[in-house]
């Protein structure tokens, strides 16, 4: 798999953080992990990252890319009027993140990104000398090359 895991310290610090934010908040189903819904897929020459970003301005998306970690941010902010009384919230505002953590097998110089229909779609090559390939056999051409053994 081209993606990679962090620290485990600080897997376990991002689990116990996400607890406690949801117990400060009172999500205890994960809303905000899954504000931003990621599928990951391996292919022949790249791995797709594709992001569920439903009803976010596509000029509030940002992609960016340091040091082996991809970060997609986007924001929702408030759609209603000063005299509209919310009763029911269910879709989260404000500005999400999301980072992944690319393995040295990729080409982070070459990613491209793409959004359409509240889905972006994040492309990252993967470097020609980490692709699969076929190892050629080289055959012996005289049998005086191949060594017998004398019982």
Known sequence: MLLT???PFI??????FD???????GSSDGAARGAMPLDG??????????FDLPGIDPDSI??????????VSAGR??????DDRLFVRERPMGTF??????SEHLDSDKIDA?????????????IERARPRKVEIQKAEHTSDQKSIKA
């Open 19 to 25: 607890r406690i934010t949801r117990q400060a908040f």
């Open 97 to 102: 993140t999301r980072r992944v953590y690319l």
């Open 77 to 82: 902010e408030e759609e209603y009027g000063q």
């Open 41 to 50: 897929v391996r292919r022949k020459d790249d791995v797709l990252l594709k």
């Open 114 to 126: 793409a959004y359409s229909n509240g889905v972006l779609a994040v492309r990252i090559p993967v």
């Open 5 to 7: 895991s962090i620290d």
């Open 11 to 16: 897997q376990e610090f991002d689990r116990q």
């Open 62 to 71: 940002e992609v960016t890319v340091d040091r082996g970690v991809l970060s």
